[in-house]
């Protein structure tokens, strides 16, 4: 069977499908974690837009902003205000929508 009849014959669309609805936010580069004010969106419960900052990284000499990737809402941060961080590391953690 070529591939074009087995895309046909799947019955899904074929790519990334994940049905669990909790995301993680996660650090951008190395740093010094500083959480967003709690007026902002840092609050457990609050929602969440796609792109929005929930924190900023100190590194060396600036300040990069860590935002969500994903819509949902804010079920919490993984890390503390003034933790040290690595790229890849979760800080936060939402249920999409």
């Given amino acids: 069977m070529d591939a074009a009849a087995l895309l046909d014959a799947a019955p899904h669309p074929v790519g990334e499908h994940l049905?669990?609805?909790?995301?993680?936010?996660?650090?951008?580069?190395?740093?010094?974690f500083r959480a967003?004010?709690?007026?902002?969106?840092?609050?457990?419960?609050?929602?969440?837009?796609?792109?929005?900052?929930v924190g900023y990284?100190?590194?060396?000499?600036?300040?990069?902003?860590?935002?969500?990737?994903?819509a949902g809402w804010m079920m919490g941060l993984l890390v503390h205000d003034g933790e040290r961080v690595r790229?890849?590391?979760p800080v936060a953690w939402l249920r999409t929508l």
């Fill in 36 to 53: 967003a004010p709690p007026t902002t969106v840092t609050a457990e419960g609050e929602l969440l837009a796609t792109g929005q900052v």
């Fill in 87 to 89: 790229a890849g590391q």
């Fill in 57 to 70: 990284i100190d590194a060396q000499d600036q300040t990069v902003p860590v935002c969500s990737a994903f």
């Fill in 19 to 32: 049905s669990v609805p909790e995301r993680v936010v996660v650090a951008p580069c190395v740093g010094l």
